[in-house]
């Protein structure tokens, strides 16, 4: 399975991102897709993941309400909305994918980071 971030840049504090996530390859194995962030200095925290269907989720704490991940499966893409953003919000995004369930750590795919820099 191969991940492709992009949609990442530079925002003023209280603006709107959205990162998307293509994926290719053996795709039908993956049952969770998520999204992960690494603020300079820092571990790599989960964010949001969604089952393969899409009517399952969950978030982190800081960024439920605020962000919404979502997935469009004719085009086997996933989607992070940022909303109400905030300076630490700052950092890499990484897309992932899981061929379990309801995972917030070891996921089986990583795709290449997309830098997310909220500015106050």
């Known amino acids: 399975v191969q991940l492709q971030a992009s949609g990442g840049g530079l925002v003023q504090a209280g603006g709107s991102l959205r990162l998307s996530c293509a994926a290719s390859g053996r795709t039908s194995m993956i049952v969770t897709w998520g999204w992960f962030r690494q603020a300079p200095g820092k571990e790599r925290e989960f964010v949001a993941a969604i089952n393969r269907s899409g009517v399952r989720k969950y978030y982190q704490d800081s960024v439920n309400v605020r962000f919404t991940i979502s997935r469009d499966n004719t085009k086997n893409t996933v989607y992070l909305q940022m909303n109400s953003l905030k300076p630490e919000d700052t950092g890499v995004y990484y897309c992932?994918?899981?061929?379990?369930?309801?995972?917030?750590?070891?996921?089986?795919?990583w795709g290449q980071g997309t830098q997310v820099t909220v500015s106050s």
């Open positions: 992932a994918a899981d061929r379990r369930w309801g995972s917030r750590y070891e996921f089986d795919y």
